[in-house]
T-cell receptor, first 113, second 112 residues
Framework: DGGITQSPKYLFRKEGQNVTLSCEQNLNHDAMYWYRQDPGQGLRLIYYSQIVNDFQKGDIAEGYSVSREKKESFPLTVTSAQKNPTAFYLC????????????FGSGTQLSVL | AQSVTQLGSHVSVSEGALVLLRCNYSSSVPPYLFWYVQYPNQGLQLLLKYTTGATLVKGINGFEAEFKKSETSFHLTKPSAHMSDAAEYFC??????????FGKGTRLSVIA
């Protein structure tokens, strides 16, 4: 079945540690996105990529980094500079053009130890 | 800049009653509008979208929404609520060349 796979489902970060969230899609989509979800805040865009080897900052990119070396993969690193990383992180993809529907993964819950 | 405002962070309805979830948008150009649903600890699924054409859009699970330009609204309705409709609902907007901007969501509870 085609879809988006996020791993791990739960992740714990220690103080000063960088952690990487995985996002893989087999839908052959060009565009991929990372959103952060906090209770009562909706989804806020962290980074997005519309083509391999290119990505743009979203509204809350500080403390995060991404790479897009392969069409299928768009990993997100939460760095130690992100002081409030506890949130639910959602990866999504779409075919070219933002009027197309987003396909979402099932999310990663990141917590701080 | 585009934005959406969802009125009411929590809506509670009785089973069989009308569901009405409100969404108002702000956009300087004709918008593309979406409603997504999220069940606990899951990603979002598309319910319906408006791009151009007919202003009344029908989606999955009996939901529909009407684009009203004069009111800058895109409210989501369902004639009769089911227990399985309990979830969080998000309205979203884009101009078509930028990523979706989501509202803060409305949690729908259905009372038996």
């Amino acid at each position: 079945d085609g879809g988006i796979t996020q791993s791990p489902k739960y992740l714990f970060r220690k103080e000063g540690q960088n952690v990487t969230l995985s996002c893989e899609q087999n839908l052959n989509h060009d565009a991929m996105y990372w959103y952060r979800q906090d209770p009562g805040q909706g989804l806020r865009l962290i980074y997005y990529s519309q083509i391999v080897n290119d990505f743009q900052k979203g509204d809350i990119a500080e403390g995060y980094s991404v790479s897009r070396e392969k069409k299928e993969s768009f990993p997100l690193t939460v760095t130690s500079a992100q002081k409030n990383p506890t949130a639910f992180y959602l990866c999504a993809s779409s075919i070219a053009g933002s009027d197309e529907k987003l396909f979402f993964g099932s999310g990663t819950q990141l917590s701080v130890l | 800049a585009q934005s959406v405002t969802q009125l009411g962070s929590h809506v509670s309805v009785s089973e069989g009653a009308l569901v009405l979830l409100r969404c108002n948008y702000s956009s300087s150009v004709p918008p593309y509008l979406f409603w997504y649903v999220q069940y606990p600890n899951q990603g979002l699924q598309l319910l319906l979208k408006y791009t151009t054409g007919a202003t009344l859009v029908k989606g999955i699970n009996g939901f529909e929404a009407e684009f009203k330009k004069s009111e800058t609204s895109f409210h989501l309705t369902k004639p009769s609520a089911h227990m399985s409709d309990a979830a969080e609902y998000f309205c979203a907007v884009t101009r078509g060349n930028t990523p979706l901007v989501f509202g803060k969501g409305t949690r729908l509870s259905v009372i038996a």
